[in-house]
């Protein structure tokens, strides 16, 4: 069997943390900024984990050798 390639869009887009969980961005912080509430932007700051089931699917096929 052929090694399986992990997505490059993917690399970019998520991280693993130590406990095997799937960090990612937040939205809606790019553009228009000006149309977009103050609470809004203020909680598009940093990044958040993904739901138990999304973090499943982006490790088993989008990082498919990201540790745990």
Known sequence: MPKMKTKSAAKKRFKLTASGKV????????????????????????????????????KQYYLPYGDK
């Open 23 to 58: 960090k990612g961005n937040v939205a809606n912080k790019r553009h228009c900024l000006t149309a977009k509430p103050n609470d809004m932007k203020r909680q598009a700051r940093g990044t958040f984990i993904l739901f138990k089931a999304d973090g499943e699917k982006v």
